[in-house]
């Protein structure tokens, strides 16, 4: 009878001893490929070299974001830098000092546009690559565009090379702005869900969705113009870059229909009959025009050429001797959050701790603060104002720098500053405040489930399952009410205006910068370069360096990010295009979004608009 229990302990350990020699051997090869891979990484010769006569060809893919979200270091590994990603992040100031560069350079004959991977960026950032691309033009050397297919987004940069070339087969989707969205009343109606929504000012719809089907009158108003001026802005760029009249940019569908006809249903050879693109050419076409204009590379078969990546990396120097007077760049980009937050994002604790950073570091004489955020927390927003207003009792001058967005709780942050600059098309005001608080208990009836209990209090007694009496109600609006007119008091106070005069313009209405400026909102219009010469006049220094101060990363985490640097290149390429993928970015953006609601008071100052 002891045979089979032996029998069996003898099986079974003969199959723990197989999957275990099989898990050690796939660690091992696992190890020593990557070890493998590192050796080489480290000891190839890969200096970049730069023919003379060279084109820079910008292959620019993924968003331009003013500061890079953390990214795990094996993830970043996993990707290699020089891919085609459009889930990546190229940074705005990399791309600005690439493009300055070249210019001087003069092994640099030329660049060549190939943005066909570029993703969604925001009007005001490609205004700013657009304004590098006309410095770069002012040097003599031209700038030749090349795509498959041109959104309104690479169309844009386009618009700015001296020829734009376009495969026969593609084509350039102009097709103006829109804001639409989800609503969810009816929805909530039928699953008995109630939305308790407490905010203060006309125009912020942030909370409509929950109270409505439909978009209010105030709110379609207030997009509407919004939309219109962003867009004259993108219509008048582009019209003059090309030469072409403004309104053969969006065509009707009657327009549109006839000169398709024309070019006998070609969207590629109606473009270029409209005059959007100068030449059509397939890939093999336009490598050989590249090979006679710029001359053969020495290996593989195209043109003489550097891309983005490489330039990025042959022009990198090493810090010089820092001049003693310094005008610190504070980045502020995303959402409002609480808390300490990683790089890429705003937390009320670890943003107010750059900005303390700044006060305490006694070379930094000046601050520029570049906001790019559509707000969040008004918590957190008040921390970070805290801060900038210490920065000012410190004795050193605070100027705003606005991106893309600096609405609601980003203009919150921005009101204290000394100055506050903008560009023609960034999304700013909003000012506005709401909470909300969705409750359950008639979903939960209409399913046999009740709450019941006892409570020393009526606020102790508060739960999603339960509803809101009407006196605990009164409380939340007053105190939204109390939030909103702290805003406008705010408003009121640095930027020297009324209360009347700050609600007019208030009320969470989104307005551009160009209009900003006239409604006394923004000082000036202007760069980030405009603001830090700004705050270096305002401390009163004509000699210095400027530096970004931000999170700085452990020796561990610098040493595997410098090391996963070297062997991404090494490592294949991974495509970005899955379906899987897709639904994931798409989720994910929606879950931040959820995310940024954590005030711990439930008061938001945050601008839905300025996601269109």
Known sequence: MSAKPSFIKRISLLIWNTINGLRKLILNVFFFGILAVIIVAMTVDDDVKLDAGSALVLNLSGSVVEQKRQVDPIEAAMKSSKSKDASGELLLADILKVIDNAAHDTRISSIVLDIGHLRWTGISKLQTIGDALTRFKASGKPIIATANWYGQNQYFLASFADTIYLNPQGGVELEGLSRYRQYYKSALDKLKIKAHIFRVGTFKSAVEPYIRDDMSPAAKEANSELLKDIWANYEATVASNRNIPADKLVLNADEYITELEKADGKSAEMALNLKWVDELASAETFRLKMIDTFGKAKEGHSF?????????????????????????????????????????????????????????DDDVKAVVLRVDSPGGSAFASEQIRQEVLALKTAGKPVVVSMGSYAASGGYWISASADYIYATPTTLTGSIGIFGMLTTFEDSLSSLGIHTDGVATSEWAGISVTKGLTPEVKSVIQRHIERGYHDFISLVAAERNMSLDDVDNIAQGRVWSGKKAVDLGLVDEIGDLDSAVAKAAKMAGIENFDSKVIEQELSPQEIFIQEMLASVAAYLPQTSSNSVLEQLLTQWSGVIEEFSSFDDPNGIYLYCDTCNF
């Open 304 to 360: 003489k050429h550097i891309d983005f990546f490489d330039y990025k990396t042959l022009i990198a120097t090493h810090p010089a001797l820092s001049i003693e007077d310094t005008v610190g760049i504070i980045v502020a980009k995303g959402t409002i959050l609480n808390g300490n937050q990683p790089a890429g994002q705003i937390g009320g604790e670890s943003t107010s701790s750059l900005l303390r950073k700044a006060r305490f």
